[in-house]
């Protein structure tokens, strides 16, 4: 697999694939890119000619990485990762189209989530009863094991939320 950088996909015509998730998407997007998240990448791609040529992109070209490795192994052979990801493409002053009404960041709605179970959580144990403070340590050890193994749980049933989901407002702010 190769690495191209913004000016090459400008000026050539491949297939832009963006494989972050919605409220990354939304945040900041290349034009004539398509949203098809890294989880879905396999299932889409079995519609896709495997000759024709595609750019994963992502936030810094990690999970766009991973994402042309499963095309190759799927056989495609012209898979091709943006060098930087967004982070590069902005850093060069390209434009970025946003989504006018987009969500927060998966990140930030975990921390809210976990926080309000937390309180809710040590409320219902101070009111109610103590037994609820096990719910509280339970939302705890979740987000220790989320940092430990580097995947999150909440998040992935948060990223299945309606709101953070395309196709809401699709209306784009340059």
Do not use: H
């Not at 040529?53 to 070209?61: A, D, E, H, N």
């Not at 987009?102 to 219902?124: H, K, N, Y």
């Not at 940092?147 to 948060?158: D, K, P, R």
């Amino acid at each position: 697999m190769r690495t191209v950088t913004a000016s090459e996909i400008r000026f050539g015509n491949p297939t832009l694939i963006d494989v972050r998730e919605y409220p990354e998407f939304a945040a900041g997007f290349i034009q004539g890119t398509q949203l098809v998240p890294l989880s879905q990448v396999a299932g889409r791609a079995s519609k896709w000619t495997k000759s024709a040529s595609f750019v994963m992109i992502c936030k810094s070209g990690r999970r766009a990485t991973s994402a042309a490795e499963k095309l190759e192994a799927m056989g495609f052979s012209n898979v091709s990762v943006l060098d930087g990801g967004v982070e590069a493409w902005r850093e060069q002053g390209l434009p970025l189209q946003t989504v006018c009404r987009r969500p927060w960041a998966i990140e930030r709605q975990v921390r809210v989530a976990a926080g309000t179970l937390v309180v809710i959580f040590s409320l219902l144990g101070l009111v109610v009863s103590p037994q609820f403070l096990i719910g509280a340590a339970l939302v705890g050890a979740g987000l220790i094991f989320a940092g430990i193994s580097n995947t999150c749980m909440m998040g992935s049933v948060l990223g299945k939320m309606p709101w953070n989901r395309a196709g809401r407002d699709g209306r784009c702010c340059e």
